[in-house]
């Protein structure tokens, strides 16, 4: 019968002999070969979690190269506004915004007057749930747009509002009146959507007298006028402007002015190099975490007989020349002079150097922001082409380091980026020791099964010497006790 376990073959019942522990030690000798890989594949395994955090201090400094590749960054304007006889905030009368192309500027703004949108009231009801009794037509209209609302004796108040609401100026295509209906403290208010004088409401026609018995039109007018129908002025540099709307944009290229109150301003059209400074900031402190990173691993020892995991990464990386070489390129990218048009060659010009200290060997990044200011304000667009210029090709640097992208090369597929390149043949590695100790573990296994089989069939020889020994002793005594 055979066992489930070999090894239970094994007994040494006969022999006195430990088999089981004597193939265990066999064995265990046997595996201190792969030991070697084992301790080759942590290494590979350490290596590439290392590979992975340069990646990610990389990706890290990529992040902050977006805006720096713009030339809105340097260019952003900004408005400054000063109240003029008055110690109101400036914002209560005008705000601006301002784009990248708006031309550095000071211009004197007195509003006048806001455009609003015209409402109009109707009289008062009693109860809103109560029908009007009103029969027939009206038409009305708000700008180009008109349309016909037709009232039944059943609408009340609060039913001729949603009708007016959902009037449409098309039947095929529907498109809104423009009129926002509404009921206020028993009264149908009217308000068209849009603001100016453009965008009246008129009343084309009301034959059926419904308007009239409401008492919003009477006599060619409007019985109650809340607000009438009024265009914004302005006056900016003295020259009178009038605007249906309180947001205008057509009036100076780059500039949007919103309208908030009556009141006098002047307002300077400035370089907002804030966000510029607060980019080249961000990205100076991931440059040097990224630096830092590389010059600690580049240069540390590593532990004699480590017994964490964090000791045994320490010099795993020392010298490695991807790393040596990633900081080189990062300097010169940093140094080196950049072919533009502009006045400006080198970031050193504009506050961007490399730290003086031990001779710059550290590589790690000084921004002197007093300096770039200098430059925006001698000539921002220079400043823009040369970090636009500078940025793209780090942007470009860096994603040929830590991308992972599959590329074809001829009838082959690689990977774009250094480092995932890198991994990907420490992983390929892994596999070969992988496999290469699977079939040492069969090679092992079919080994130990030998053993086991030798060992038991000594022992069963071992076994059937006994029996047969102790046969002959049995014949021995008897043929004694014959004799005797």
Request: glycine fraction near 6%; aromatic fraction near 6%.
């Amino acid at each position: 019968m055979t066992m489930s376990n070999p090894l239970f073959q094994v007994t040494g019942l006969v022999s006195g002999i430990d088999w089981g522990t004597m193939i265990d030690k066999i064995m265990e000798r046997e595996r201190k070969i792969a030991d070697v890989w084992t301790s080759e594949k942590e290494k590979l395994e350490f290596r590439i979690d290392l590979y992975n955090e340069f990646s990610a201090n990389f990706k890290t400094l990529r992040s902050t190269l977006t805006p720096l590749k713009l030339s809105s960054t340097y260019l952003a304007k900004t408005a400054e506004i000063a109240n003029i006889g008055s110690s109101l905030d400036p914002s209560s009368v005008l705000s601006i915004t301002a784009m990248a192309d708006a031309e550095i500027a000071r211009y004197d703004i007195e509003v006048e007057q806001l455009a609003q949108a015209h409402s109009v009231a109707s009289k008062k009801v009693d109860d809103l749930s109560a029908a009007l009794g009103l029969t027939g037509n009206f038409t009305i209209k708000v700008g180009a747009n008109e349309a016909k609302i037709k009232v039944i004796e059943s609408d009340t108040l609060s039913s001729l509002a949603e009708k007016i609401n959902s009037a449409t100026i098309e039947e095929e295509l529907p498109l809104p009146l423009g009129i926002t209906a509404r009921i206020l403290d028993n009264k149908l208010i009217l308000t068209s959507n849009d603001t100016g004088e453009s965008n009246a409401i008129t009343v084309v026609n009301d034959d059926d007298d419904i308007l009239s018995d409401l008492e919003i039109w009477s006599g060619g007018n409007f019985s109650h006028e809340i607000k009438a129908a009024q265009d914004a002025l302005l006056k900016i540099d003295g020259l009178e402007v009038q605007r249906s709307g309180n947001e205008i944009s057509d009036l100076v290229e780059g500039l949007t002015f919103k309208l908030n109150g009556v009141g006098h301003v002047v307002t300077d059209i400035v370089l907002d190099a804030e966000k510029a400074v607060n980019a080249i900031n961000d990205f100076v402190e991931a440059y040097n975490a990224a630096i830092d990173w590389i010059n600690i691993r580049v240069s540390e020892k590593p532990i004699e007989d480590p017994t964490e995991d964090y000791q045994k990464r320490i010099g795993m990386l020392r010298g490695d020349p991807l790393l040596w070489q990633t900081k080189s390129r990062m300097r010169a990218l940093i140094s080196d002079p950049i072919a533009t048009d502009g006045a400006f060659k080198m970031l050193s010009q504009i506050g961007i150097t490399t730290e003086a200290a031990d001779y710059g060997k550290s590589g790690k990044l000084i921004f002197d922001a007093d300096k770039f200011m200098d430059a925006m304000i001698a000539n921002s667009e220079d400043v823009a082409s040369l970090m636009t210029t500078v940025m793209a090709k780090f942007d470009n640097f860096i994603g040929n380091t830590v991308d992972n992208v599959p590329i074809v090369v001829g009838s082959t597929t690689a990977t774009k980026g250094r480092v995932a390149s890198e991994i990907n043949h420490l992983n390929n590695r892994i596999t070969t020791i992988d496999k290469r100790i699977a079939d040492f573990e069969q090679r092992l296994a079919i080994k130990e099964k030998g053993l086991i089989e030798q060992y038991t069939q000594m022992e069963t020889v071992l076994a059937q010497l006994t029996q047969q020994a102790n046969w002959l002793a049995g014949i021995v005594t008897q043929l004694s006790a014959v004799s005797g």
